[in-house]
């Protein structure tokens, strides 16, 4: 399993870890094109948002979650050229969730109240931890 597979797995976000590669890079897409992030860093949050929130790791399911509206982070890019990305709404929650697996966090930790099926068809065990 690559990346890739993992990338069109529909996912927002992906963060190294979860495919067995122990660097501290995450793929972020919400849409407008994928976005590298090598030992990102966040620098500033502001606001607040409660939403829906799943991940990869955990198919099929989802919970409620609050996170910063706003994000700024710095990272490098693929070419290891330095940069600072800010974002907000979907984007902001993408790099929080993200940057959370960078240090062994799942959104489970931060979810309100119960995790809840999203899936049609129910999957028979977890593909991972
Ligand atoms: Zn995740």
Redesign the pocket.
Known sequence: MCIRDRYDAN?V???AP?VGILKRIVVIDIGEGPVVLVNPEILETSGEQTGQE?????PGQAGIVTRPNYVKVRAFDENMQEFELEGEELMARAIC??C??LDGI??VRHVEGQLFDVSDEPEEGLEEE
């Open positions: 996912g976000g992906l963060a979860q799943g991940c990869l790791s955990l969730h993200e959370d697996h799942m959104y």
